[in-house]
């Protein structure tokens, strides 16, 4: 399975400006790679950027906009989005919605972002979900996570223990936490056995983001990572190395939960 990860350097609370250049991306992602991607992955908060105070006239109904316009791209060009969340206006309250939608440009999945953070008051501008999302896109099965979820080692375990391959951060994770970003990856990576896809905002203002969105095999060794500029990466996913990575090292046949 190809996976192209979109790195973008999103322009907070401009949406038309972002759903050009996401427009734009998806183009050159399908038109680069010399074959068309499965899927695409985009960062957190795509259309909307990190403009938590004004997310209150963003936010899209149940996210229902952002999935309209990435589902006529799915048709246009055949192909998945997962992951990339937005700002999703609900019943209880705004939600960092991650998103998947198929080939069709059906709205196939959703997954609340779990864990908000307290150190910038996000839970003063959004409503925690309550659920995790596991889900086979054809031959792969995926688990969704946002940004701060990538701190919790319990919460994507569980994820991998419902038989996610391949986990799927999409973020708008800060430069001055860089380090936190590689070494979390590549521990995900290890201790579950699987698959990392990380996507990630890339826009250098007065809070600068990482960048350095990238790929991580089961084995926790990088497949492909792009630096600081906006652009596209492209991985192909096989997961019978994830069944080999777990027969090599039973990690999963020996867990004592119990005990734990």
Known sequence: MRIALIQQSI???DKQANYDRVEALVSEAVAQSGEVPDVIILPELWSTGYALTELSSLASPEGNEEADFLGELARKHG???AGGSVAAQTRKGIAN???IIDRSGHLAATYDKAHLVPMLDE????VAGDAC???AIEDL???LAVCYDLRFCEFLRKLAVQGAQALIISAEWPLVRLNHWQALLQARAIENQCYVLAANNTAMGDAPFAGHSQALGPDGSTLCRLGFQEGIAVVDLDPENVNAIRQAI???RDRRPEIY
């Open 141 to 143: 099965t995926f688990g």
């Open 97 to 99: 919605r991650a998103q």
């Open 79 to 81: 192909i998945w989005f």
């Open 11 to 13: 322009i907070p609370g």
């Open 123 to 126: 839970d003063k501008y959004l």
């Open 133 to 135: 999302c596991v889900y």
């Open 250 to 252: 039973p990690v999963f």
